[in-house]
């Protein structure tokens, strides 16, 4: 089945809801996403529609979809502008221009079919899009037990960079391993 890769808009707040909930729903949920199914199904409905509607439009957030031919969404990612001076998702100063990759989730039906390759594509393409300052790289983060997901971002082009950060709270032991790709 063909899917067509393209920006969310911001009236598909539904649909980002159902597939948040679904990536959170996977087995290696714990370890892929700062978020909890409880903590996102308990949101109210603005809260999406705000999420929706920041990720439709500008050059700050963009959340790209893989669509079915039926209109159903197979995956998705987020990327995220981060500018020199302001702080990251992960409690640090930014030092460069650049864009974090957050929220990579394919349906486990559609899995080996090439859709991450294009949904990562799109967000780095978008990336790279991004105006004055450029951004200088694309980075991500990835859980040290992900090994699927880094075997991913390794074939995609992304490195491993040296920093790691540990997770929040009770998991502090646990590390998160960034991963860039550079122009």
């Known amino acids: 089945?063909?899917?067509?890769?393209?920006?969310?808009?911001?009236?598909?707040w539904q649909q980002v809801r159902d597939l948040r909930l679904a990536a959170l729903q996977d087995p290696v949920a714990s370890i892929a996403f700062q978020e909890t199914y409880e903590y996102s199904v308990a949101q109210p409905d603005s809260f999406w529609q705000g999420r929706a509607s920041g990720a439709a439009v500008g050059d700050e957030v963009a959340q790209f979809v893989a669509e079915?031919?039926?209109?159903s969404w197979a995956g998705s990612v987020s990327v995220i502008v981060e500018r020199v001076g302001g702080n990251s998702p992960f409690a640090h100063q930014v030092s460069v221009d650049q864009a974090i990759v957050v929220g990579v989730f394919v349906r486990?039906?559609?899995?080996?079919a090439g859709l991450?390759?294009?949904?990562?594509?799109?967000?780095?393409?978008?990336?790279?899009g991004v105006q004055e300052p450029k951004i200088q790289r694309v980075r991500l983060f990835v859980h040290e037990r992900n090994a699927r997901a880094e075997g991913l971002y390794?074939?995609?082009?992304?490195?491993r960079t040296g920093v790691t950060v540990p997770m929040d709270g009770d998991r502090s032991d646990e590390l998160e391993i960034e991963m860039a790709v550079r122009r």
């Not at 486990?108 to 080996?112: D, L, Q, S, V």
């Not at 991450?116 to 790279?128: C, K, Q």
């Open 1 to 12: 089945m063909e899917h067509l890769v393209r920006r969310v808009r911001a009236d598909e």
């Open 68 to 71: 079915g031919p039926d209109g």
């Open 108 to 112: 486990p039906e559609a899995r080996g």
């Open 116 to 128: 991450a390759d294009a949904l990562f594509r799109a967000a780095v393409d978008w990336s790279w």
């Open 154 to 159: 390794t074939k995609l082009g992304f490195e």
